[in-house]
């Protein structure tokens, strides 16, 4: 079956797929957006309707995820590479340490980045097995006073996910990049969270933070006003221009969401199109092979090995005739990597599924 527009099947690891529905949205307020004379592209931030719109964008996030008063949300700008060096910057005290679990290629970025600063404390590292799998986040030895855990909720690159919101000795610090929204989860679990917007919630250029208040508490004085987050919260993520076009999509987006059954019907949906691709992993008597552990397996990014490079590379150039796309893995895994964010529809799943029983077949 064609999808609209002619569209294809997008599996890229990010920026990512969005919902058609939100596209022919933003594509019919492009010239005249409700009647401003300008898309929202072209308003002033500080005008009235784009400040309609930012307060909205706020509140549908809050109304989807559960976020109470407790928690400030922020719109943020630098990605979320640019919170591997907030965090310690805003959160530590003199001489604490934050401490890392290291379960993937970000989580290793992210205690690169607090290392620089002499506060990186790294705690479990799945390096030894490539990323496979999680630990127990209950049993691992955390640093007396530690500032912040810090956790990668889902690891891009790796393809393996944490499912739980833990609690755990020191405020949890969590990068949520390539799982947030998936599922609902307690944001009260968590002492800051953030992610970059261009997976789950729209295009790149604005980074979600959500922060419970007293985290601002700590924020030094004299630091960069840029690099400030409680200046930021101050201002109300407008200090200075914010990404205001990636702002509006996100909030076209979590409308749409909650138009659709909310984190939970995300999380139903998310989990059978991951099912239908693990389900050909596994069926394949061994053709392919799943990177992560069972009990960690990704429902945003699907990574398995084929039996050579040889087979990896036709795999690819063969789909790709099949309108299917951005499925070579990271080189640093090997083989591909379906990513199947939010607005991936089951369709692309079950097309990949169909093609990855055919080609095993015929290659096998
Ligand atoms: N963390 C995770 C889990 C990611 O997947 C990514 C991007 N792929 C990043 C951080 C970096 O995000 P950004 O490009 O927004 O800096």
Redesign the pocket.
């Known amino acids: 079956m064609s999808q609209p527009y002619d569209r294809i099947f997008n599996f890229s690891?990010?920026p990512c797929t969005l919902p058609v529905e939100v596209l022919e949205e933003a594509r019919d307020g492009l010239m005249n957006w409700n009647g401003a004379g300008m898309s929202v592209m072209e308003m002033s931030h500080r005008g009235k309707a784009y400040m309609g719109i930012h307060q909205a964008t706020e509140a549908a996030l809050r109304e989807l995820a559960g976020i109470s008063d407790d928690y400030l949300v922020l719109f943020l700008q630098g990605?979320?590479?640019m919170q591997n060096t907030l965090v310690p910057m805003n959160f530590l005290a003199d001489g604490q340490v934050g401490d890392y679990v290291v379960s993937g290629a970000?989580g290793k970025k992210s205690l690169e980045a607090a290392t620089l600063m002499g506060r990186g404390n790294k705690v479990w590292d799945g390096k030894a097995t490539n990323y496979d799998t999680t630990p127990n986040l209950h049993e691992l030895n955390y640093t007396a006073g530690a500032g912040y855990i810090h956790i990668?909720s889902?690891?891009?690159i790796q393809g393996v996910e944490f499912f739980e919101d833990p609690s755990l000795p020191a405020p949890v610090v969590c990068?949520m990049?390539?799982d947030i929204l998936s599922r609902p989860f307690d944001v009260s679990k968590y002492a800051y969270i953030y992610a970059?917007a261009?997976k789950n919630m729209g295009p790149a250029g604005v980074?979600v933070a959500i922060c419970r208040k007293d985290m601002l508490d700590r924020v030094p004085s004299g630091m960069q006003p840029m690099l400030d987050l409680k200046l930021q919260a101050e201002n109300e993520s407008m200090y200075n221009t914010p990404p205001c076009w990636s702002i509006y999509m996100c909030g076209l987006v979590y409308k749409w969401m909650l138009a659709n059954g909310g984190l939970a019907g995300a999380q139903r949906r998310n989990t059978e199109k991951a099912g239908v691709i693990y389900e050909a992993i596994d069926g394949s008597g061994g053709f392919y092979k799943g990177h992560a552990a069972a009990h960690c397996r990704s429902i945003m990014n699907v990574t398995f090995t084929l039996p050579s490079d040889e087979l990896t590379d036709l795999f690819v150039k063969e789909a790709a005739k099949e309108k299917m796309d951005g499925l070579k893995g990271h080189r640093s895994v090997g083989g591909c990597r379906a990513s199947i964010y939010n607005a991936f529809p089951l369709e692309g799943c079950k097309v990949l599924a169909d093609f990855m029983r055919d080609f095993a077949a015929r290659n096998g």
Request: proline residues 0%.
């Open positions: 690891a990010g990605g979320a590479s970000w990668t889902n690891e891009t990068d990049s390539s970059g261009q980074t």
